[in-house]
């Protein structure tokens, strides 16, 4: 070999390692950029972990929804979900795999009141009477105004097609990506009732089935399965559930449950029952005003028992819409009202998660 070839051998040798140290210094530069990079606040390590404490109110609820979408906004990263009611109906979705805006293009459908409501109230209370036909037939249904089971329909209809339910076709609770509770009231014990497992729709149905407005929920008590609530099954271990407000309209001891269970986790609860409206004696010459007062103050005492197992408590501004009101305005108001006081309580909320 000549000396120029070996000259020339030489010099590719000290080319190669001067490329590997630069790729070295290049790879510890890089790692030690990814160490010293923040983190994504959605995915924070330590942090506590948060369960989202969702309350009744009908189309209050809609408040839900605004809080839900601040929270999304600032990557506030939600580890479990218990509600009641229109809580339970929100919270599900949301568990589920719906987006705040996907929530609130379903909660403002037409399609969504028709299937809770399948013909107005209004007509069905006029032919209420011809309801009581069957029972002089000996066919004897649990009492109330509407099924429920199109509702049932309507919510896992609305969830079944996501990717995030791609491997649970059964739209099973304990199956979904956010650990969720619906909370209903147990007619045969006066007890509430969290349910943690069988099907979404169902559970959902359970814990807003208004008594007399819509009829119970007859459930086995090992696993959730709804039974058809024949004559017959009204001798096994079931629960008969209806809607959670009289027992738990703010779910915060089973919210604490679920926290507990997590560990060290935080309990946020939303309340859309803790302001009253400033009446005068003349407003409640309104026909059905005295019953919705009467409603309110049982609502809200039913939530001050256990107010203490939440964290933190935050309450929109909803105070004049009706419970059951189908205005879409108010809704809309509601909605809003979630969004403004989300958006004002969620820096004090990240701070409260840190862990000390």
């Not at 013909?119 to 209420?128: K, Q």
């Not at 339910?165 to 059964?170: A, K, M, Y």
Request: charge should be positive; glycine fraction near 8%.
């Amino acid at each position: 070999m000549t000396f120029f070839h070996l000259r020339r051998h030489k010099a590719q040798s000290i080319l190669f390692v001067a490329l590997l140290l630069a790729l070295a210094n290049s790879l510890m530069i890089d790692e030690v950029r990814a160490q010293n990079k923040p983190s994504d606040p959605a995915t924070k390590g330590p942090g506590k972990k948060l369960v989202l404490c969702l309350g009744g109110g009908g189309t209050r609820g809609a408040a839900h929804i605004g809080v839900l979408r601040q929270l999304e906004k600032n990557h506030v990263k939600i580890d479990g979900i218990v509600g009641t009611s229109i809580g339970a109906v929100i919270g599900g979705l949301y568990s589920a795999g719906m987006t705040p805006d996907q929530i609130e293009e379903v909660f403002f459908s037409k399609a969504l009141m028709r299937s809770y409501l399948t013909v107005p109230v209004v007509f069905r209370l006029v032919i209420a009477p011809l309801m009581y036909i069957p029972h002089a037939f000996g066919h004897h249904p649990y009492d109330g105004l509407y099924h429920g089971n199109k509702f049932a329909i309507f919510i896992n209809k609305k969830v079944r097609n996501l990717d995030t339910n791609r491997n649970n076709p059964d739209l099973l609770i304990q199956q979904l990506p956010i650990q969720f509770e619906a909370v209903c009231t147990d007619l045969l014990t006066a007890e509430p009732v969290a349910v943690d497992r069988g099907n979404l729709g169902r559970a959902i149905q359970a814990s807003s089935a208004v008594p007399f407005l819509r009829r119970p929920v007859l459930m086995t008590k090992k696993d959730f399965t709804r039974l058809p609530g024949g004559i017959k099954d009204d001798t096994k271990d079931c629960y008969l559930l209806v809607d959670g407000g009289p027992c738990a309209n703010l779910p915060t001891l089973q919210a604490r449950a679920m926290a507990e269970r997590m560990g060290d986790a935080f309990v946020l609860a939303v309340d859309t029952y803790g302001n009253f409206d400033t009446w005068t004696a003349s407003h409640f010459r309104k026909i059905g005003s005295s019953a919705e007062r009467s409603l309110e103050v049982v609502l809200s005492a039913v939530e001050k028992k256990d107010l203490d197992k939440a964290d933190m408590v935050i309450a929109p501004e909803v105070s004049g819409i009706n419970l059951l009101s189908t205005n879409l305005d108010d809704a809309r108001r509601a909605m809003q009202a979630g969004d403004a006081v989300g958006a004002s309580s969620v820096q004090q909320l990240l701070k409260r998660l840190e862990r000390p």
